[in-house]
């Protein structure tokens, strides 16, 4: 089962609605958005690391004492990246916007774009296009057990 809509449709009935936008701010910032439903790890964009047809992201790591999860491109330059828990709010999604922003900066990775992952009104998460590989970045520090 290739399609994250398992877990995102249970997001979208927890949200109470059944339409994505095409748009969410994100700390301050208007940003474009994929629909969680129809996301999957071949598409919009090949996620071939982590990446599970059941959960989304699947490797947990922690970066600057927060933990979330992670998925990526062969090459490394795409990362899907999702907090912790099934619902998050806002507070936790830019936490993990801020973590992968930091962890990039510190590979002197430029970012190229970001869309935020919606399902509802809820952001699930973003989808990073880097010039370089920040997933090896990323990965270096799995969260303990």
């Given amino acids: 089962m290739d399609k994250l809509a398992l877990p995102l449709a249970a997001l979208l009935a927890l949200a109470g609605c059944v339409s994505t936008p095409t748009q969410v701010s994100v700390k301050g910032e208007t940003m474009p958005a994929i629909s969680g439903i129809s996301m999957s790890c071949s598409k919009p964009y090949p996620i071939t690391q982590d990446c599970s047809g059941l959960s989304g992201a699947a490797l947990k ?67 990073f296009t880097f010039d370089r590989d920040v997933y090896a970045a990323l990965r270096a520090k799995p969260a303990p057990k």
């Fill in 61 to 127: 790591v922690e970066h600057d004492g927060f933990r979330f999860k992670i998925a990526g491109s062969a090459d490394g330059r795409l990362v899907f990246a999702m907090p912790l828990p099934l619902t998050p709010d806002l507070k936790e999604s830019e936490q993990v916007y801020d973590a992968v922003s930091a962890v990039a900066a510190r590979a002197g990775a430029k970012l190229e774009k970001v869309e935020a992952v919606a399902a509802g009104s809820l952001v699930a998460g973003f989808v």
